[in-house]
């Protein structure tokens, strides 16, 4: 699996688009996205097993409650899995709480980019893991999570803001809790 520090990999992959569901239509649904579409940006990046489960939908709709938190920090969220574009479009029609999702979701089909990060379970699909990414391409959070439990998307939002202050940041710190000053403590 890439580390802490590395870059994270090139990639070029088909996405269903973040547009609201009644704005979508087949000239706009999917789009290309690469490592290059958000270059400059923070980004938050997590992949999940599988579409048409039960434990993903939960984590994408939470991360996507807190989207605008995200966007207010100059951070881009993507989510993905293995599955195809098409999956992935008819998932979001069908599921609720997808259907106005405000991100991309990106579409491993070749499994080149699980691949290129170590998360390509041996049961074919993307384990759930969750990248912050730096505006440099630099890998500066991964946290991955059992196949049987989601993550805290609060918990990756707190993380992104303690990067972002470029402090250093104690146990269980929050956005305007004090930072730690070497030089007095």
Same mark, same amino acid.
């Given at each position: ?14 996405a ?7 704005? %979508? @239509? ?10 290059? /579409? ?15 489960t039960?434990?993903?939908? /939960?984590? %994408? ?5 807190? @989207? *605008?938190?995200?966007?207010? !920090?100059?951070t881009? #969220? ?8 098409h999956?992935?479009?008819?998932? !979001? ?5 997808? !259907? ?10 070749? !499994?080149?980019? /699980?691949s ?8 074919? #699909?993307?384990?759930r893991? /969750?990248? %912050?990414v ?6 500066r959070?991964?946290? #991955? @999570?059992?196949? &049987? ?5 609060? *918990?990756?939002?707190r ?7 470029? *402090?250093?940041?104690a146990? @269980? ?5 004090? #930072? %730690? &000053?070497p030089?007095?403590?």
């Open positions: 699996m890439l580390g802490l520090g590395q870059k994270f990999p090139e990639y070029n992959v088909t269903v688009a973040a547009l609201p569901l009644d704005d %979508i @239509n087949i000239d706009n649904v999917f789009i290309d996205i690469s490592d290059k /579409t958000y270059a400059g940006k923070w980004q938050v990046i997590f992949f999940y097993p599988k579409d048409f039960f434990v993903c939908p /939960t984590e %994408i709709a939470a991360f996507g409650d807190l @989207n *605008e938190d995200f966007a207010l !920090r100059d881009q #969220v993507l989510t993905g899995s293995v599955d195809s574009e999956v992935h479009w008819a998932w !979001r029609k069908h599921q609720a709480e997808l !259907r106005d999702l405000p991100f991309p979701m990106l579409a491993d089909v070749k !499994r080149e980019l /699980t290129a990060l170590g998360i390509l379970g041996d049961d074919g #699909v993307a384990q893991a /969750t990248y %912050i730096d505006p440099n391409g630099i890998i959070f991964i946290m #991955v @999570n059992d196949g &049987n439990v989601g993550r805290n998307p609060d *918990e990756v939002l993380v992104l803001d303690a990067l972002q202050t470029d *402090e250093l940041c146990c @269980n710190w929050n956005k305007g809790d004090d #930072v %730690i &000053n030089a007095t403590a």
